[in-house]
């Protein structure tokens, strides 16, 4: 028995794999499912793209001064051009539920905490 290249999960069947099918790690490549394949988030620009700009309101917060900095509903999308390069602390997202009481409206939001602003 090896252990898997990635997860480092010691069995035949990887935990990581929904399906429990059982893998040969000799003659097998590392397989999709398995978690430690999944890219590393480091930027900003790497986190917004993959939010769904059409559905999902998102918020960039300073994570030294925490202001707002960049609100995708209310905000230009060119003014989030400033903020791209900047890293991703550890625990870097948030959700949370904005309340419209005069509507009876509630909607999730996610903020994204950013490192040195």
């Known amino acids: 028995m090896r252990d898997c290249p990635v997860c ?43 939010i769904p700009q059409y559905a999902t309101r998102y918020r960039l917060i ?16 060119d003014h989030l051009e400033q903020y791209l390069d900047c890293e991703l602390p550890d625990g870097a997202l948030h959700a949370k539920m904005e309340l419209n009481v005069a509507t009876d409206f509630a909607m999730p939001v996610i903020c994204i905490w950013v490192s040195g602003r």
Do not use: Y
């Open 62 to 77: 300073g994570a030294v001064t925490g202001k707002i900095l960049h609100d995708s509903w209310r905000n230009k999308p």
């Open 8 to 50: 480092d999960c010691e069995r035949m069947v990887c935990k990581a794999d929904p399906f429990a099918r059982p893998v040969d790690w000799t003659t097998d490549t590392v397989p999709d499912w398995c978690p430690g394949k999944e890219p590393a988030i480091r930027t900003v620009r790497d986190l917004v793209s993959q």
